[in-house]
């Protein structure tokens, strides 16, 4: 109770009172130390232990992953006497949640060469850990894994292989998952199949799986009414979008929150209703904090709207002054404009916050292993090497085959660590497909997961490698996918 409420000395004392405490007494006041954030004493108790249970081990590990202490985690899971389902659960889902995917995967390896079936917790945090990372093939081998040990008739699997699916860009597989669902499906199973069609741009799909829903007498939560908003501002279905949220506000009687409002403000935004979007901004039933400000801003950046854009940075400065992505956005409009002095003045402006821009970052599955890469080149990096020279060749290619020319004037487009025509070239999604080009055998499609929203020049250049190779290219960036081929996009330059 002292710990939920952040007072650890209370704990403490309270511990300290007890003439011999228990196994059980001992665990809580390690559990007390690391709610409260403090792993030195969550330590310090665990060596003072005169006893030590499989559980007190459990809560280390819980405790060290979930603040990212993985050194401390793995030198406890080293150490531990013996581990259960609880101990490998929580080192794969500890890593999978910050991103460590090869050693999330690294783990469930090693506890499937042990002969230890994984449980529940295990598949879903390996699943998880497939679906961040884009890890297709390993997603395929964990689905075979699932088949064989009989673990299909778990809902809570079934629809992490769907978002698996979805997420690795591989739409049919989550259909086909979605389909064979035993029993009745979960408004979770519902809104993970939605999901899945509207980041990949099926919005008419997505909208008829929801009316699909409706009829079959699932009632719609506001999670599912999120999803199916993002769905139609994916898509370009303003209309629709307008009745969807009418629906959920006149007919199932759902308050609408802040998502729900963002979604608003993006359907309008990213269809150039500028006016529109502000004016739905400003009659927000409640107030609007960053991200709606935010998602005004990316759209007048997009749309290269000057002066609504001041404005909306004159509202974000007073919620948000320090975040550099929107003087980042600020600084694309005033260039695509032409005002190089005001560029310069908000780039002065960060120097000055000390403000750093989120570096962009790509990765690759080859070989069920995943390969990162960042923006620029590293002459001491092998694998960066071989994928500069590999883009070299290629962007020659398509410069003599498919007439490229570099996509320079807005290319700071909300694409954080990579500038100007020199960096262009670098940025890590076209170094992460050239790598898998020179990797990845004749025919496989190449799949890249990107952090931050793919710029206009690389979503050139995925078109014409694409058209020139006769490849296929599925690119998911912060909020979609781009599925490349025959040098067309599935977002039909909408994104």
Same mark, same amino acid.
């Given at each position: 109770?002292?710990?939920?409420?952040?007072?650890?000395?209370?704990?403490?004392?309270?511990?300290?009172?007890?003439?011999?405490?228990?196994?059980?007494?001992?665990?809580?006041?390690?559990?007390?130390?690391?709610?409260?954030?403090?792993?030195?004493?969550?330590?310090?108790?665990?060596?003072?232990?005169?006893?030590?249970?499989?559980?007190?081990?459990?809560?280390?590990?819980?405790?060290?992953?979930?603040?990212?202490?993985?050194?401390?985690?793995?030198?406890?899971?080293?150490?531990?006497?013996?581990?259960?389902? +609880? %101990? &490998?659960?929580?080192? *794969?889902? /500890?890593?999978?949640?910050? =991103? @460590?995917?090869? $050693? #999330?995967?690294?783990? !469930?390896?090693?506890?499937?060469?042990?002969?230890?079936?994984?449980?529940?917790?295990?598949?879903?945090?390996?699943?998880?850990?497939?679906?961040?990372?884009?890890?297709?093939?390993?997603?395929?081998?964990?689905?075979?894994?699932?088949?064989?040990?009989?673990?299909?008739?778990?809902?809570?699997?079934?629809?992490?292989?769907?978002?698996?699916?979805?997420?690795?860009?591989?739409?049919?597989?989550?259909?086909?998952?979605?389909?064979?669902?035993?029993?009745?499906?979960?408004? +979770? %199973? &519902?809104?993970?199949? *939605?999901? /899945?069609?509207?980041?990949? =741009? @099926?919005?008419? $799909? #997505?909208?008829?799986? !929801?009316?699909?829903?409706?009829?079959?007498?699932?009632?719609?939560?506001?999670?599912?009414?999120?999803?199916?908003?993002?769905?139609?501002?994916?898509?370009?279905?303003?209309?629709?979008?307008?009745?969807?949220?009418?629906?959920?506000?006149?007919?199932?009687?759902?308050?609408?929150?802040?998502?729900?409002?963002?979604?608003?403000?993006?359907?309008?935004?990213?269809?150039?209703?500028?006016?529109?979007?502000?004016?739905?901004?400003?009659?927000?039933?409640?107030?609007?904090? +960053?991200?709606?400000?935010?998602?005004?801003? /990316?759209?007048?950046?997009?749309?290269?709207?000057?002066?609504?854009?001041?404005?909306?940075?004159?509202?974000?400065?007073?919620?948000?002054?320090?975040?550099?992505?929107?003087?980042?956005?600020?600084?694309?409009?005033?260039?695509?404009?032409?005002?190089?002095?005001?560029?310069?003045?908000?780039?002065?402006?960060?120097?000055?916050?000390?403000?750093?821009?989120?570096?962009?970052?790509?990765?690759?599955?080859?070989?069920?292993?995943?390969?990162?890469?960042?923006?620029?080149?590293?002459?001491?990096?092998?694998?960066?090497?071989?994928?500069?020279?590999?883009?070299?060749?290629?962007?020659?290619?398509?410069?003599?085959?498919?007439?490229?020319?570099?996509?320079?004037?807005?290319?700071?487009?909300?694409?954080?660590?990579?500038?100007?025509?020199?960096?262009?070239?670098?940025?890590?999604?076209?170094?992460?497909?050239?790598?898998?080009?020179?990797?990845?055998?004749?025919?496989?499609?190449?799949?890249?997961?990107?952090?931050?929203?793919?710029?206009?020049?690389?979503?050139?250049?995925?078109?014409?490698?694409?058209?020139?190779?006769?490849?296929?290219?599925?690119?998911?960036?912060?909020?979609?996918?781009?599925?490349?081929?025959?040098?067309?996009?599935?977002?039909?330059?909408?994104?």
């Amino acid at each position: 109770m002292y710990a939920e409420c952040g007072c650890v000395e209370f704990a403490q004392n309270m511990f300290d009172e007890i003439p011999e405490p228990n196994i059980v007494t001992w665990n809580a006041l390690v559990t007390a130390f690391f709610r409260c954030v403090d792993v030195k004493g969550a330590e310090r108790v665990f060596n003072l232990m005169p006893a030590k249970n499989l559980a007190s081990y459990n809560l280390m590990l819980a405790g060290y992953t979930k603040l990212g202490e993985f050194e401390f985690a793995r030198k406890v899971f080293d150490e531990m006497p013996i581990r259960d389902e +609880v %101990s &490998w659960s929580t080192m *794969i889902v /500890g890593f999978a949640q910050h =991103g @460590y995917f090869n $050693e #999330a995967f690294e783990y !469930f390896r090693e506890l499937h060469k042990l002969g230890i079936t994984p449980n529940e917790v295990s598949l879903t945090g390996a699943l998880s850990a497939c679906a961040q990372a884009g890890a297709l093939e390993f997603a395929k081998i964990l689905h075979g894994y699932i088949e064989k040990v009989g673990f299909v008739w778990m809902i809570p699997v079934n629809n992490a292989l769907t978002d698996t699916y979805s997420k690795c860009g591989s739409i049919d597989m989550a259909l086909l998952v979605f389909q064979r669902m035993p029993g009745e499906k979960s408004i +979770v %199973s &519902w809104t993970s199949i *939605i999901a /899945g069609l509207a980041i990949q =741009g @099926y919005g008419e $799909e #997505a909208l008829s799986l !929801f009316h699909e829903m409706e009829y079959s007498g699932i009632k719609p939560d506001g999670i599912l009414f999120v999803t199916i908003l993002y769905s139609c501002s994916h898509s370009g279905l303003v209309e629709k979008g307008d009745e969807i949220f009418d629906r959920m506000t006149k007919f199932y009687g759902i308050t609408p929150e802040i998502e729900h409002y963002g979604c608003m403000v993006d359907l309008y935004g990213r269809a150039g209703q500028l006016a529109k979007a502000y004016d739905f901004v400003t009659k927000m039933t409640i107030s609007p904090n +960053v991200v709606i400000w935010r998602t005004l801003l /990316g759209a007048c950046s997009f749309h290269g709207d000057l002066q609504l854009a001041e404005r909306v940075k004159r509202k974000l400065s007073e919620l948000d002054p320090k975040n550099s992505g929107d003087h980042v956005l600020l600084s694309n409009i005033y260039a695509f404009a032409g005002k190089w002095k005001d560029v310069a003045t908000v780039r002065r402006s960060m120097a000055e916050l000390k403000l750093v821009k989120t570096p962009g970052w790509s990765m690759i599955e080859v070989d069920k292993v995943m390969y990162t890469f960042v923006a620029g080149f590293k002459e001491d990096d092998a694998v960066i090497k071989e994928a500069y020279e590999k883009l070299k060749e290629v962007m020659l290619r398509i410069r003599i085959e498919g007439g490229y020319v570099p996509e320079v004037v807005n290319v700071l487009h909300d694409i954080e660590d990579e500038e100007k025509e020199g960096s262009v070239m670098v940025h890590s999604e076209k170094l992460a497909v050239a790598f898998g080009m020179g990797r990845l055998t004749k025919g496989k499609i190449v799949r890249v997961v990107k952090n931050l929203r793919v710029c206009k020049d690389c979503h050139n250049v995925m078109k014409l490698i694409s058209e020139v190779y006769g490849l296929e290219i599925v690119l998911r960036d912060r909020s979609r996918f781009h599925s490349f081929k025959n040098g067309s996009c599935s977002c039909r330059d909408y994104w």
